[in-house]
Structure formats: C-alpha cells, structure tokens
C-alpha cells in the first residue's frame, strides 16, 4: 500500500511567521505535488516536483516555495504566513510513466489545515 | 482554456443509483480520474478513463466520452458510507511537456436512509 504522511493535521500559525509542511512517501515515487483545497474551488495544484532538486510552478505557486533534498520528502514553505493562506493542503505523490498514465495515479496524504490568524 | 464542472451537491436514497456528471474543457486531453473523498480525510482513487466507453468496478462504473468532453461516474446499490465528496480530475499533457491534474470543485453526496 502506498503510503503518505504529512507532518501535522492541524496547524495554527500567526501571520508573518514562516510556515513549514512536510510530506513523506514511502514508494519510491519520482512525482510529488502540493496542492491547497479550499471550499467551492477544489484541488489547486502550487508546485510539483519531478524529481530530486527539482520543482515547477502550479497554477498558484505566490506565496510559496517547495524543497525536494532528497526523493522521498517534499517540503512545502510558506516565507511569510498571510491570512488568505488558511487552508486545507494536500500532499501527493506518483510514479513517472512515458506510456500509461493510469501508473501516474496520484495517491494522498492525509491533509493539514492551516489556519492562520 | 481549462475548465472542470460538476455539480455541488446531490443526494440520493439507501440502495439507489446516482450518477454524478463532470464536463471539462481542455487544450491537451490524456485521461480523466475520479477520486472519493470523505469528510476530513484525503482523496483515494477510484477509476481512470482514457478511452471512450464505460469501466465498470464492483458498484461503481466511470464512463467517458471525449468527442463530448462528458464523463460520468455511476455508483449503484448505494450505502450510508458512499456518502462522501467525488472529485473529477482531468490529466492534461499541455503543461509544459509534464502531466498534470485539473480538479474540479467536486460534488458532495448525501445518502440517506
């Protein structure tokens, strides 16, 4: 089964403060994303990463940076919390397929719920 | 551009049928996935069209039409614990040589006794 983990289900942050949120897979996967989930808007995609040491922008990456050090692990940081960044965050990841895309299948972590005041 | 719809809410009796319908509107079609989500919890997968026609699995079937930009997921035999968000997901091949998904807002399922 694969299996990912975010480091918390429940943060509560001040704004300004510098946001960290971990998310680990243990599948071997090469795909990681980011997304935030909020009411009426559904999963927006804030950066995935491809690969070790490599990101690329989603459809809303102000605001946020990512860290991808090592396969395994993908850090979402957000540098300076703001209100409108209360959230649900959703971690994925995939493995990486040229011909079948159902292999691309993403597989969720459990979520955090950022609330920032 | 990119564009996903499906209805907000729906509701549904114990033991009946629903289907719940998503439209898109995409520059790079390669596939479409629904996934089930409950309350609190993270979406799980739950089937993956690419072709034309209907996949069928166990209570629930996806079907998609592409000429159409259609697809529609079918759960029959509806239980208590069906009752959970379902979340259309197009993978677009556009985005820079990358595969990506494109949700929509998802429809929230209310089954009742």
């Known amino acids: 089964d694969v299996k990912v983990t975010q480091s918390s289900r429940y943060l509560v942050k001040r704004t300004g403060e510098k946001v960290f949120l971990e998310c680990v897979q243990d599948m071997d996967h090469e795909n990681m994303f980011w997304y935030r989930q909020d009411p009426g808007l559904g999963l927006r995609l804030i950066y995935f990463?491809?690969?070790?040491?490599?990101?690329e922008k989603g459809d809303i990456p102000e605001g946020y940076s990512v860290s991808r050090e090592k396969k395994e692990r993908f850090s979402l940081i957000l540098e300076s919390a703001s209100t409108n960044q209360t959230s649900m965050y959703l971690c994925?990841?995939?493995?990486?397929?040229?011909?079948?895309?159902?292999?691309?299948?993403?597989?969720f972590g459990p979520g955090t719920r950022l609330l920032v005041l | 551009g990119q564009n996903i719809d499906q209805p907000t809410e729906m509701t549904a009796t114990e033991g009946a049928i629903v289907q719940i319908n998503c439209t898109y509107q995409?520059?790079?079609?390669?596939?479409l996935f629904w996934y089930q989500q409950h309350a609190g919890e993270a979406p799980t997968f739950l089937s993956y069209n690419v072709l034309d026609g209907l996949e069928e699995k166990g209570r629930f079937s996806s079907f998609l039409s592409r000429s159409k930009g259609y697809s529609y997921l079918l759960l029959k035999e509806l239980q208590m614990k069906d009752s959970a968000s379902y979340l259309c997901a197009v993978r677009d091949s556009r985005s820079g040589g990358y595969n990506k998904l494109i949700f929509g807002a998802g429809t929230r399922l209310a089954v009742h006794p």
């Open positions: 990463s491809y690969d070790v040491k490599m990101k």
């Open positions: 994925a990841s995939s493995t990486k397929s040229v011909d079948r895309a159902i292999e691309e299948t993403q597989y």
């Open positions: 995409t520059s790079g079609f390669n596939g």
